[in-house]
């Protein structure tokens, strides 16, 4: 509980977080202290869908750099003649 809280002062946790709404509505914001146990996990569940997805288009760019620096271009062979 300790490094939670050191963490929530670092910046770490949000003091608000958003609760589960339609499409439609307005997004409501509680206070991190109010949360209910499912707000939480939608919470969670959304942080974690969102760094998988960033962390699959990292991947993905990481892929196509090392396949574009493969390629005859330019660029790639300036960058081997300096190096």
Known sequence: ?????????EGIL????????????ESIYKPLHSLSD????WNINQL????DARVKHA????????????????VNEEAQVAA
Not at 14 to 25: G, H, T
Not at 38 to 41: G, K, N, Q, V
């Open 1 to 9: 509980a300790r490094q939670l809280l050191a963490e929530k002062e």
């Open 14 to 25: 949000q003091p608000r977080y958003p609760i589960p709404r339609k499409r439609s509505e």
């Open 38 to 41: 499912s707000e939480f996990d």
């Open 48 to 51: 974690t869908k969102s760094a």
């Open 59 to 74: 991947d993905a760019l990481r892929a196509y750099k090392v396949w574009l620096c493969a390629q005859p271009h330019p």
